[in-house]
């Protein structure tokens, strides 16, 4: 039996909520990581600041082949690169791309 569609776009809506609620659990994460970090203080210019995190998330992703699964310490999974000569030393940028 076959779905009528008013009940298919409740489920819509309610996927759509539960996705907008998701997103917003994660850009609250990953925003107090990046205040932590000392990014709020920084005048970044917002497509060199995307740019550089999707560099962060393309280091974590499991299908690039210099990346490799660790454990966290809580049983959870995070990506690390292999290869120490390409991670960034701690300290102040050495470029002043993006910064005013």
Known sequence: MK???SKIRDEIAKLQDQ???AETREAERIGRI???AGLGELE???TVMLSRFE???ADFRPSRGTARAVSDGRGKGAGQREDASS???PGPASSGIGEA
């Open 3 to 5: 779905k009528p569609s």
């Open 19 to 21: 996705l907008r609620a």
């Open 34 to 36: 990046a205040l932590k």
């Open 44 to 46: 970044i210019d917002e």
């Open 55 to 57: 560099d962060i998330a």
């Open 87 to 89: 991670a960034i030393p």
